[in-house]
């Protein structure tokens, strides 16, 4: 059975689907940082973590900062929570949800330690590295990585006295003081010996104004902590407030130096009290906090959204390294393309704009007088997003305004159509669809944020020269329904209606009381996107995808029908999109999935690929490129479907190895990781009869490629697996075995 299931292995892999095949090469990711959590510096790089933007890294020699995002095998997440340098120079990233994120000290290998190597959960809140130990607190209790694993964790069964000492075990500070391992919460302090195997702990919050702790700090002498805006100092027996910084924002201590964000500035300790840091950073924008750090020479930074901020080697003021400009937020609804420009809303951002010069945005503020010519009424809610034949766009910003655009000049041009300036106009800016039709004229679908209160008016017109061209709703003509979620114009000039929870109709503009078509087959299904392309119009609902054809047309039945897992997104507004060689690209509320001409699909999830979030909101491709943006709940990326890797350097042979093998197999799952004589490989992991279960891609030796659980996300059974993985234009295949 083994030789004739290695015999048939490469055919296997060569008919196979491409389900999961996911090139990182391929995918950009465009963040806003608007929370940095925790900055260290060393002597030639300081890292940020921030809390949805992932890793920055600021090369000190060039000045400049890039940012690293999440992708499977490298950094696991873009939520981050904290770092830690170790002694052997490994930089430990602590995510929310995705455990932490280990880097080598050569900067070529990720791992991750997470709830299968023993952690609590999965959301780190705080890095604490003594040597190559790091106590690592996550918001379920703490546990100790002692150089080589997962030693042990708190709470655990016995830990009797370390559940009366914290109400809740969620870790907000960890301090190695002499013998003391102190540890702060939202609802305190405590405190536990070393020598006693931390059997002993013992609440510590005399004199706190509030135990809502922060955080905690220490020079290696004495112990601060920042409760609400205040930082305390812990005396013999109790805490005593610490005046100089005033309200205070952030408390970091790095390489025995602690050091607050204050009114004025940074402060930095020298017992007995506080030292400003002369021209240093009070706030490094509206709201955004700085957070400091020092390097082994003594040099201050500071860190936030705009940047970071560098203390200068003699009087004069900061240095500013510059963080590379994103999205005008990371909370998208729309996204949209001409050309070289991408256009995105967001929700509470504003609008961007995309192009070769970098990010324009415009946020969400409300203009004023003369400046209403060249800017919003105010970009917020931008729900409404068309790009027009005419080059010209549109924006439905809730019950503030419908605006259209002219940017091919500078200053742009705008338009005013409708402002919200009470009920009956904002009504006309709730737009949720929109297409162009074969005159330029534009039909904007409407919604209502007041469902069951007040309902949507319909379809709204506005003519090629941009003149309003009326209304059309069930109460002046025959539509289906006045929630109309989905529009789209097809090759033979008929402009598709699509209705929540009434189906779908068309018609063939000019429109008149009796114009709209409706489709039988499509009685009561709520339509959340439609995509011409072609002879097809591709109509997606919560669970299908329909395809109905021009040349063929049946008012009674789709042409076929393609179910999806996974739901739509409450805030979908778009999620359906054709590519130039008839790709469909439908968004769900659990990843993206593609159909290619001649039967093979894809399915994107964060799982597999660096989509910034599973919550695909809208999908849009370039006529030309071909190229995919997807915008998210939480970023926008792109992706390119032609991108071919880089030929891997020759290897002259492949040998592999799989550890651990034998491997335990638990409720959990496993960590499953390669090596062998490559830098880099791709593979597929088999059962028995030849089925295959998971794709997998490493870029370095050790790392996960299988946590045991197949492309469904099902667990398999214990049993015999093989793994198959290429490298360098050769092939291996190593067998494992599963145990309970």
Known sequence: MKGNWLAVLPVLAMWAAPDAAVFAGGWTTYLKTQDVTDLL???????????????????????????????????????????????????????????????????????VVNVLDGLPVDTVSVLEAEGDTVWIGTTQGIALWNGREIAGSLPDPNSVSFDTTFAIPSITGVVVLGDTLWLSTRRGVGFALLSTQLSDWRPQNSGLGV??????????????????????????????????????????????????????????????????????????GPG??????????????????????????????????????GPPGNNLFQVAVQGPRVYVTTRGGGVGRLDGAGWRTWPPVPCSGADCDTTFVNPSEGLGLLVDVQGRKWVGCWSFALDSF????????????????????????WVVSATADSSKGRWFGMDTPLKGDIDPIGLEYYDASGAYGGNFSTSNTNMSGVFVHALTTSANRRVWVGYD??????????????????????????????????????????????????????????????????????????????????????????????????????????????????????????????????????????????????????????????????????GLGIQLRLTGDASS???????????RLRRFVASANGQVIWDGRDESGDLVRPGIYLVRAEAGGHQAVARVALLH
């Open 41 to 111: 510096a060393q002597s030639d790089q300081v890292w940020g973590a921030t809390a949805e933007a992932g890793l920055m890294h600021l090369d000190r020699a060039s000045g400049v900062v890039e940012a690293i995002r999440r992708e499977p095998g490298l950094l696991a997440s873009n939520r981050l929570s904290g770092l830690a340098l170790d002694r052997s120079g490994r930089l430990w990233v602590g995510t929310r949800g995705a455990g932490v994120s280990r880097r080598s000290a050569d900067l070529v290998r990720w791992e």
């Open 211 to 284: 135990i809502d702790v922060a955080r905690l700090a220490s020079d290696g002498h004495s112990l601060f902590a920042r409760a609400g805006t205040t930082v305390y100092r812990f005396r013999g027996d109790r805490w005593e407030p610490e005046a100089g910084p005033g309200v205070v924002r952030n408390l970091a201590d790095d390489l025995g130096v602690v050091l607050v964000a204050g009114e004025a500035g940074l402060y930095r300790w020298s017992d007995p009290g506080w030292d400003l840091l002369p021209g240093s950073p009070s706030t490094l």
């Open 288 to 325: 955004d906090d700085p957070e400091p750090t020092v390097d082994p020479a003594g040099t201050v930074f500071a860190a936030g959204a705009a940047g970071i901020d560098e203390q200068p080697a003699a009087a004069g003021p900061w240095i500013r390294h510059e963080i590379p400009a």
């Open 406 to 429: 002219d940017d091919s000049g500078s200053p742009p041009q705008f338009t005013h159509h409708v402002e919200g300036t009470d009920i009956t106009t904002q009504r006309h800016t």
């Open 501 to 666: 929870g009434n189906g779908l109709d068309f018609f063939v503009p000019p429109a008149d009381s009796e114009a709209f078509i409706h489709l039988q087959s499509t009685n009561n299904l709520a339509i959340r996107a439609l995509a011409a392309h072609g002879d097809s119009v591709w109509a997606l609902t919560n669970r299908e995808l329909l395809r109905f054809s021009q040349t063929s047309f049946s008012e009674s039945t789709p042409a076929s029908r393609i179910r999806l897992d996974g739901g739509q997104a409450q805030l979908g507004v778009k999620p359906l999109a054709v590519g130039p060689d008839g790709s469909v690209w439908a968004g769900t509320a659990d990843g993206l999935r593609a159909f290619h001409p001649g039967g093979a699909s894809e399915f994107f999830t964060t799982r597999n690929s660096p989509l910034t979030d599973d919550e695909v909101r809208c999908v849009a491709v370039d006529p030309g490129t071909g190229v995919v943006w997807i915008a998210t709940g939480a970023g926008l990326n792109r992706y390119d479907p032609a991108y071919v890797p880089p030929a891997p350097p020759p290897t002259p042979r492949i040998r592999i190895q799989i550890f651990p093998n034998p491997a335990t197999l638990t």
């Open 681 to 691: 490989y791709h593979g597929e992991i088999y059962d028995v009869s030849g089925r």
